[in-house]
């Protein structure tokens, strides 16, 4: 039962003997060592290095000094009990320009924490790409231009056949709405850029990437488990309005509907199509037969999830105020023509994101509704707080514990409603460099003491260890369940 509400009904909910528990993280976020062994420039290299880019300077130079700590990060795995490890290998260690030969110095620190891994008795479960372009393709026009998608192809052949013998899953892309929309059209993340016709071009590069990049997996990793990563949303309309249902409509479209119906229906939704047909380059780069290549069939899909989405029509903006909503200010892609809002009462985590845990329950019922019954793999799900350590040296982060007792009990539903839920990666396993918010933003379920790298097991590291041995959640209702 949740600290946070101690008069709530617990139940104790099993998971299936094979269920697999992990913890996830990302190369840029935590390695640091940026230019150790010939690892060249990334667009998050740059980015995190111009001026007024992210919060107060910060950069991913040091992070966690995870390439120097390796062996400490993967004796708190052991102690955490997962069974799995996700994590992601830097394009710019592998191949410093983005093409070319591989660098061998880069490739032996990855085949090291594969091995510390499988000492360990966790499962390695490798991405490929998350976020962190080699700079020079960026300068070659990044993920806009088509040539990106082939050099992607290259250094996947390189990284599978390098360390595929060790490694079963792997990720060919984490959130591509995030490289394509925040870092080209939005212009929040790396490379910077705003531009929705660039954004949409990218959408569909990164898509291409993906999809050269499964049969080369196949190939080289006979028995290879491939999948992709993609943040989704429960898009929900402030109102029964049809404004507001259009609204909806086209936030999950942009998010939702721009990965899925491609990747497993083999096209894009028209109404996007029809929306995005004026910009330029926009999805004009298409070629035929990409669509075929982007939707070859793979064995899992991984779900990111953090927070639900509701929103109305721009031109109703006045009304919802003064009906007692909070309007966020925030308004990532004017093209989309909505506003989120708040509901009342609703809890919050310190990125400023509501709570609300069923929305998840909602998400994967539809993924297996509309698009596909392959197994899914819950790669990321957690939240930030204004965590500190306490006169005691200990983290209590009972608001955190709360989260992931709320959003795995609801992935738990999904499990009674038939999803074919096989797995679950917390995020994240460290407070690391949290991408534009810098080092102000603390997702970790061990604490890191950024002055000196000092790691402490918060009290979610405590509980999430428990959940793991004993497979099961003990469910309660508490703040900002629903």
Not at 86 to 92: G, I, K, M, Y
């Amino acid at each position: 039962m949740t600290t946070l509400d101690k008069n709530a009904i617990a139940s104790v909910r099993p998971f299936p003997p094979e269920f697999l528990w992990g913890a996830a993280t990302a190369c840029y976020q935590i390695e640091g060592a940026v230019t150790a062994d010939g690892r060249g420039p990334s667009i998050w290299d740059t980015f995190s290095h111009t001026p007024g880019a992210v919060w107060n300077g910060d950069t991913g130079d040091i992070a966690c000094n995870h390439y120097h700590r390796m062996d400490e990060d993967l004796d708190l795995l052991q102690r955490l009990g997962v069974g799995a490890y996700r994590f992601s290998v830097a394009w710019p260690r592998v191949q410093p320009s983005g093409q070319g030969p591989a660098n061998m110095r880069g490739l032996d620190f990855y085949r090291r924490l594969i091995d510390g891994l499988r000492r360990r008795d966790i499962e390695p479960t490798l991405t490929l790409y998350h976020w962190d372009l080699p700079q020079p393709l960026e300068d070659a026009g990044g993920w806009c231009v088509r040539d990106t998608a082939e050099r992607f192809a290259d250094y996947v052949d390189i990284v599978a056949r390098a360390l595929g013998t060790d490694v079963e899953h792997w990720i060919t892309l984490n959130e591509p709405w995030c490289s394509s929309w925040l870092g080209y059209g939005a212009g929040e993340h790396a490379p910077g850029v705003k531009d929705i016709g660039k954004a949409a071009a990218a959408n569909h590069h990164l898509l291409y990437a993906h999809g050269l990049a499964v049969p080369i997996l196949r190939s080289a990793v006979p028995g290879a488990k491939v999948g992709i990563t993609l943040n989704l949303g429960d898009h929900q309309p402030g109102s029964m309005h049809e404004l507001d249902q259009a609204a909806a409509k086209r936030a999950d479209g942009n998010l939702n509907r721009l990965f899925l119906e491609p990747v497993f229906h083999g096209r894009y939704p028209e109404d996007m199509l029809e929306h995005y047909r004026d910009v330029s380059p926009g999805f004009s780069v298409m070629r035929d037969g990409d669509l075929e290549v982007i939707s070859q069939p793979i064995d899992f899909l991984g779900v990111n999830y953090y927070f639900p989405s509701t929103v109305i029509d721009a031109s109703r903006e006045s009304e919802a105020r003064l009906a007692g909503y909070y309007v966020s200010p925030d308004v990532q892609f004017p093209d989309l023509n909505l506003r989120s809002i708040e509901t009342p009462g609703r809890g919050k985590t310190s990125m400023d994101w509501e709570i609300k845990a069923s929305g998840l329950t909602s998400l994967l019922v539809r993924i297996r509704d509309d698009y596909t019954d392959l197994p899914i793999y819950i790669t990321e799900n957690g939240a930030a707080f204004d965590d500190y350590v306490d006169p005691d040296n200990r983290v209590l982060d009972h608001n955190r514990v709360a989260y992931l007792q709320e959003h795995i009990s609801a992935m738990h539903d999904a499990l009674d409603a038939g999803v074919n839920v096989q797995g679950y990666f917390v995020w994240s396993l460290l407070d690391n460099f949290e991408w534009a918010f810098g080092y102000s933003r603390r997702f970790g379920i061990v604490w890191v003491d950024f002055p000196t790298g000092n790691r402490l097991p918060k009290e979610s590291f405590h509980w999430y260890c428990e959940t793991i041995r004993s497979n099961s959640v003990v469910y309660a209702r508490s703040v900002g369940a629903e």
